[in-house]
Each structure stands twice: as structure tokens, then as C-alpha cells.
T-cell receptor, first 112, second 114 residues
């Protein structure tokens, strides 16, 4: 069965510093990986997805994600954090049955 | 395009009452799903549908029913509400066909069962 782990419940970073939100996955077969962001009292918004062959994926709002097959990781990164990036971030994997499996979420706080 | 819409935004029920959460999408997406979001647990799949007339159970289906009579609509029914069903409910849709297609989410329904 597919699974996703986000080992940090909370990540704090100062504005202007680089940020990383971690995600590891377990799948049988090729991984179909996604990052979503949720702002307070809103639905989830798509940020980016892994495309086979590209180890560094660029997405919305300046975010990018680094795929590492040997470590089964898909960490979300941004070179310079903004206060407005503060939100709840979810990593997800899609299985061959077309269902999405979500991680528990990581709350990012960017401090001014 | 309105995307994925959900109604109502908020609902309070008493134990034992029934209700239907509405979900509609105008993107002609084949795949639709319902999730519940609880603190610290991420999103858990309740039911999903890969096309009109086809539905199946997800991870936490008990106490919920769905139907998919049209491509656009995917209502979720609570048959007899229980306090354990207090949660935020999200509907989502995907084009389908390609496993790297992303999901589009509605704004959510916050349900409280007393």
C-alpha cells in the first residue's frame, strides 16, 4: 500500500531564509507525487508535482521540490521564505487505483 | 469556470439527523472524491468515483453514502449523524486518465454534530 510520511509537524523559519518541508514516500512501482498548500479556512491548492525524469521540479509561488529515488523523498523547498508562505503543507502520492494518499501535513510558520 | 463548489460552508446537526453535502465541478472531470480532514490526520478518503454511475469506498466509508448520476455532481450523504463525524469535508476532482494529473479541491464544508 502507498504511504506518505511528513516527519515534522511544524517548521519555523525566518523570513528571507531558505525553507525545506520534508516528505518521504512508500510506493510499489513508479511514484506520482504532489505537494499541496492549505491556507486557513480554505481548500487545498496544488503547488507542484513530480514528473518522471526531472529530479528538481518547479512549481507555484517560487516553490520547488527535489525528488530523490534512493532516499524515497520528495522535499519541498524555497530559496527565500515569505511571511505569506505560512500555511499547512501536504505531500501526496497517487496509486494505480487513482486514489491519492496524503501525509499528515506540516505547518510552516515564517517569522518576520 | 467555477471549479469545484461545495455547499453548505457550515452545518450544525444533532445526533441522528441526516443531511447531504453537495459537490459540483464544471471541468468535465471523470474522477471525484470526498475527504474528511481532522487535526493531525491529514486527509482521509471517504468515497470516490471514477465516472458517472461508478462509486467505490475509500479508507473511512462507514456512515456515508454517495452517488454519481452525472459527471458534474457528487453528493455525500450522512445517514444518521454521529459526533465522530464532526470534521471538515472536502470534495475534489481530477481529469483522470493520467496518474500525474493533480486534484482540484472545493472550499470545504465544516460540519459539527452535537
Amino acid at each position: 500500500a502507498q504511504s506518505v510520511a511528513q516527519p515534522e509537524d511544524q517548521v519555523n523559519v525566518a523570513e528571507g531564509n531558505p525553507l525545506t518541508v520534508k516528505c518521504t514516500y512508500s510506493v510499489s512501482g513508479n511514484p506520482y507525487l504532489f505537494w499541496y498548500v492549505q491556507y486557513p479556512n480554505r481548500g487545498l491548492q496544488f503547488l507542484l508535482k513530480y514528473i518522471t525524469g526531472d529530479n528538481l521540479v518547479k512549481g507555484s509561488y517560487g516553490f520547488e521540490a527535489e525528488f530523490n529515488k534512493s532516499q524515497t523523498s520528495f522535499h519541498l523547498k524555497k530559496p527565500s521564505a515569505l511571511v505569506s508562505d505560512s500555511a499547512l503543507y501536504f505531500c501526496a502520492v497517487r496509486d494505480y487505483g487513482q486514489n491519492f494518499v496524503f501525509g499528515p501535513g506540516t505547518r510552516l510558520s515564517v517569522l518576520p | 469556470n467555477a471549479g469545484v463548489t461545495q455547499t453548505p460552508k457550515f452545518q450544525v446537526l444533532k445526533t441522528g439527523q441526516s443531511m447531504t453535502l453537495q459537490c459540483a465541478q464544471d471541468m468535465n472531470h471523470e474522477y471525484m472524491s470526498w475527504y474528511r480532514q481532522d487535526p493531525g490526520m491529514g486527509l482521509r478518503l471517504i468515497h470516490y468515483s471514477v465516472g458517472a454511475g461508478i462509486t467505490d469506498q475509500g479508507e473511512v466509508p462507514n456512515g456515508y453514502n454517495v452517488s454519481r448520476s452525472t459527471t458534474e455532481d457528487f453528493p455525500l450523504r450522512l445517514l444518521s449523524a454521529a459526533p465522530s463525524q464532526t470534521s471538515v469535508y472536502f470534495c475534489a476532482s481530477t481529469q483522470g486518465g493520467r496518474l500525474n494529473d493533480e486534484q482540484f479541491f472545493g472550499p470545504g464544508t465544516r460540519l459539527t454534530v452535537l
